[in-house]
């Protein structure tokens, strides 16, 4: 059985910083896509960023770019988000999905990703 388990979320300021974790069991976890997406009241889910395993590449969505950073560490079977230089509108619910054993390139559409996380929340102030 896949789960993943997100944690990291919470309250910060305008132009501070969060690292969010998610943690898979239940599936070869070296093999395929992670990736974090996000979704505020009112807003559809959107994708953050994303990672082939191993880490040889990763894509950002347009809004977090030069900001956000998605890196593994297979050996904790771990995939984490650091966000820095964070802005009101980042605020959303964070969460991990993943596309276990997929060979082909990685992308953000949220259709592809079999496997989500329960979320956690980070809110940005003003």
């Known amino acids: 059985q896949v789960q993943l388990l997100e944690s990291g979320g919470g309250s910060v300021q305008a132009g501070g910083s969060l690292r969010l974790s998610c943690t898979a069991s239940g599936y070869p976890y070296s093999r395929g896509c992670m990736a974090w997406f996000r979704q505020a009241p009112g807003k559809e889910r959107e994708g953050v960023a994303v990672i082939r395993d191993g880490g040889r590449s990763t894509y950002y969505g347009d809004s977090v770019k030069g900001r956000f950073t998605i890196s593994q560490d297979n050996a904790k079977n771990t995939v984490y988000l650091q966000m820095n230089s964070l802005k009101p509108e980042d605020t959303a619910m964070y969460y991990c999905?993943?596309?276990?054993?997929?060979?082909?390139?990685?992308?953000?559409?949220?259709?592809?990703?079999?496997?989500w996380g329960q979320g956690t929340q980070v809110t940005v102030s003003s």
């Open positions: 999905a993943a596309r276990p054993g997929y060979y082909g390139v990685c992308d953000l559409n949220l259709n592809r990703f079999g496997y």
